[in-house]
């Protein structure tokens, strides 16, 4: 059935991705609180609030997501779908960890490990079938919410099927998609079995207009359609390299909750010391266990630096319903602790691992790194390496994969790194941490108006104005 267009809050632009701008939770006395995420999807599409007639619709996630679309609560301009409420229980889960997170995450990011991965046997299929579901009920959601000739932006992996359904419910809307991760080469994207390869190419192509982050992962996008499907019927791409919010950056970080971190982390580094920090959710594309390798074997090749660094690692849990995601978490806190016990001494911690999500400790570590250590075995673009020569307050030099979308855009002052080569990741930190401070500063300055050449509004604007033709 086509659902009807609504006549009284049709709305003009849309966008649609899994994770939204907000998250209930249901306190002891049960009420209901609302709070607003961060992230890079959120800050660049939080543009949309400066849009008339503007709706965003995601998913529920948690309980209190589900229960305010029970009691029927939402923010302005802000639609939740239960779509296990519609389309059955278990169904959002199958789509979101099953398909996106272990199977279309892990093609793109190239995560997967023979002998034992990937398998595509009848549970896959059983979440295949979630995923199209899940995918059916946001294309029908926005068939429902748009005007005429509205403008729709779909987000991510998440929701590759959804242009090509809402194309045959609504042949008049202008359809975006925009890929916030790498895509994979088409070698490695035909792991996936052939229908369902094809099935997410067509669901893409279902689009007007096709964005990413770097020409590299448009160009990978495009031969696996000239490979799969002879080509890429003449849907649109653009590239739009998402920057970093220095307005927003610059404020936030000069708070006193980030002064009081700062004093916090100051102390537990201790007088004198360098640092080098990182920044990430515990992921497995983010490659953080090999980066404490590389830090371990930085002060087996160079004792000098023994009590005279620390590395400051901030690892937030994500996707925790996933085993390979808490396994990875705990080879992290593994790892860090070991290299406490074997250098560690009365008066100095290596390794200063954090897990628990702070943003305001965050930015305080951006502020005085020395050295930021962002080595990804692929990222789409990778915000952290954006974000910190944004804050920082003395300069720091950037240890930055080359397989990072964000290297395109910051390699001439970046050190490039391999992130499978713990030793020359060991080799970059030590001429990091060496680097004299002018030198530091000059390239701190470059990169930071590299980082900031695109801002979240702006990104968002160009791609909406390049769907329906406005100002550019
Ligand atoms: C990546 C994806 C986003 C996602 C984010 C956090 O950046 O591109 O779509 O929201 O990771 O992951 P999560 O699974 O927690 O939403």
């Not at 209930?24 to 006395?29: A, L, P, Q, T």
């Not at 892990?106 to 995918?135: D, I, K, S």
């Not at 207009?209 to 003449?234: I, Y």
């Not at 080098?276 to 000098?304: C, F, M, W």
Request: aromatic share 8%; glycine share 8%; with cysteine.
């Amino acid at each position: 059935m086509v659902p009807e267009p609504r006549s009284s809050a049709a709305a003009q632009v849309l966008v649609a991705s899994n994770r939204g701008p907000v998250s209930y939770s249901v306190g002891e006395d049960g009420e209901l609180s609302a709070k607003r995420g961060g992230g890079g999807l959120v800050s660049g599409l939080s543009a949309i609030g400066d849009e008339a007639d503007a709706l965003w619709v995601c998913a529920a996630l948690g309980e209190g997501d589900r229960e305010a679309v029970r009691r029927g609560v939402a923010e302005p301009g802000v639609r939740m779908l239960d779509v296990d409420a519609g389309a059955g229980e278990g169904v959002h889960a199958a789509a979101y960890n099953g398909i996106a997170n272990s199977v279309l995450w892990f093609v793109h990011h190239m995560l997967y490990q023979t002998p034992l991965e990937p398998v595509f046997g009848p549970e896959f299929r059983a979440q295949w079938a979630a995923y199209e579901q899940y995918n059916r009920a946001f294309a029908e959601a926005l068939a429902a919410e748009a005007a005429p000739g509205a403008a729709v932006l779909v987000q991510d992996y998440h929701l590759t099927l959804v242009p090509g359904m809402l194309r045959e419910l609504r042949d008049d809307l202008r359809i975006g998609h925009f890929s916030h991760t790498p895509w994979a080469p088409a070698d490695y994207f035909r792991m996936l079995p052939d229908d369902v390869a094809e099935q997410v190419l067509r669901g893409m192509l279902g689009a007007d207009r096709l964005g990413f982050l770097t020409g590299r992962w448009a160009d990978n996008f495009t031969e696996c359609c000239v490979r799969l499907l002879g080509g890429t019927s003449g849907t649109r791409i653009g590239v739009h390299g998402l920057g970093a919010d220095a307005d927003f950056l610059r404020e936030r970080s000069r708070r006193d909750d980030v002064e009081e971190r700062l004093r916090a982390l100051r102390e537990q580094i201790g007088e004198g010391r360098k640092t080098i920090v990182r920044v990430d959710r515990t992921e497995l594309s983010k490659n953080i266990v090999r980066g404490l390798h590389a830090y371990r074997q930085l002060l087996v090749d160079r004792p000098e630096w023994r009590e005279r660094v620390v590395h400051v690692a901030f690892a937030y849990p994500s996707r925790q319903d996933l085993a390979v995601y808490r396994d990875y978490t705990a080879e992290v806190s593994r790892v860090a602790a070991a290299i406490n016990s074997e250098f560690g001494t009365e008066g100095w911690t290596p390794v200063v691992l954090h897990v628990e999500d702070d943003f305001a400790r965050s930015l305080a570590a951006y502020r005085l790194a020395d050295v930021a250590l962002v080595n990804p075995i692929r990222d789409g673009m990778n915000l952290v390496a954006k974000e910190v020569p944004v804050v920082s307050d003395e300069g720091c030099a950037l240890v930055l994969s080359r397989e990072a979308g964000a290297y395109e855009e910051l390699a001439e002052d970046a050190i490039a790194v391999n992130p499978y080569d713990i030793s020359a990741t060991a080799v970059a930190l030590h001429s990091a941490l060496g680097m004299a401070p002018e030198e530091r500063a000059e390239r701190t300055k470059r990169l930071a108006a590299a980082a900031t050449a695109l801002p979240p509004t702006q990104w968002f604007l160009d791609q909406l104005h390049a769907l329906t033709g406005g100002p550019s």
